[in-house]
């Protein structure tokens, strides 16, 4: 069994202590905003609720420390190994944000197909865009477009229900499409990926990054994707390859995308994604949420719970 001693909450922003401190009395806590915070916090910390601010030789440096929640779902930061070889628990905080994220790729489906950025752009110049003839350039309905939701999980199946309210045909696709259908209506392994391209008109990717998807978006990907489809990235920069999306977006090979996050974070100034009038970026804000602290704590509290009961599962466990 294992009673905590000291909580490390360390973010650049959120508000973890603060939630903390409004729930009943716990275990005592502190909160850095940086590095060189929580460098200094590791001496006596026996738990860590982190994300970005983790490095891996932090290890090194934290004697007692027992167990880390992660903030976010992905720890793809973390090397498992050496937490596992430490006697180091690592718990994912997957699910926290699965509405969040699951609305935020919709609401970047509903602005590339309602042309919203266009229409910002248009009021901040005071114009009043006239009737569109072109029935290419004009918006467009959801209704009976096919919808690919790469990753099914928690965030993906919730897109998969989102899309089928609005009357699309939903595709799935799973590392293991034996864990169901998850709100589409067809559920394929990954590696049918490259057949389903053509069929969609909006990508969505809600996959973790792992070896198998890293850099599963490519120049073959875009090539097999329609000329009037969209690629929606609520995953993981590196599950792009950034060159071919700059390249199908400046050349038309695809009509444009909804980038939530980026190969590098954040984006580089000179990025020519900033100034493709066919991007929409959103800062890697697919996930943020007015009860995103609460969310965390409720699961590293279960957590806590479990280790202090001996349990040998945890929730959402990585290691």
């Avoid at 009043?128 to 965030?155: C, H």
């Avoid at 559920?187 to 049918?192: F, M, T, Y």
């Avoid at 400046?250 to 974070?265: F, K, L, M, N, R």
Wanted: with cysteine.
């Amino acid at each position: 069994m294992f009673q905590p001693t000291q909580i490390c909450f360390a973010h650049v922003a959120y508000q973890l202590q603060a939630r903390y401190g409004l729930r009943p009395a716990g275990v005592p806590s502190t909160e850095v905003r940086d590095a060189a915070g929580l460098q200094a916090a590791l001496a006596t910390a026996d738990v860590l609720v982190v994300s970005g601010l983790w490095r891996n030789e932090l290890l090194d440096q934290a004697p007692r420390l027992r167990f880390i929640q992660s903030i976010g779902a992905g720890t793809d930061q973390f090397d498992r190994a050496a937490l596992a070889a430490r006697g180091v628990r690592l718990a994912s905080a997957a699910g926290v944000n699965a509405r969040a994220v699951s609305e935020h790729a919709l609401a970047l489906i509903l602005a590339l197909a309602r042309r919203l950025p266009e229409a910002r752009d248009n009021q901040h110049k005071h114009v009043w865009r006239g009737m569109i003839g072109d029935i290419a350039a004009r918006e467009d309905e959801l209704g009976g477009k096919t919808l690919l939701v790469v990753g099914l999980g928690r965030i993906g199946g919730r897109l998969a229900q989102l899309g089928k309210a609005f009357d699309m045909n939903v595709i799935g696709v799973r590392r293991d499409p034996a864990g169901g259908l998850n709100g589409a209506d067809t559920v394929h392994a990954l590696s049918a990926l490259p057949d389903l391209l053509p069929q969609a008109d909006f990508v969505a990717l809600t996959c973790p990054l792992t070896a198998e998807t890293t850099g599963l978006i490519d120049a073959a990907a875009f090539a097999r994707m329609q000329r009037h489809a969209y690629l929606i990235n609520c995953a993981r920069g590196r599950v792009v390859v950034e060159d071919a999306l700059i390249a199908a977006l400046q050349s038309g090979q695809i009509a444009g995308a909804g980038i939530d996050v980026t190969h590098d974070e954040p984006l580089a100034a000179d990025s020519p994604l900033w100034d493709l009038p066919n991007a929409l970026i959103t800062s890697h804000t697919g996930g943020e949420t007015r009860r995103y602290e609460d969310n965390v704590l409720d699961i590293l509290q279960e957590n806590l719970a479990r280790l202090g009961r001996g349990e040998a599962l945890l929730q959402n466990q990585v290691v």
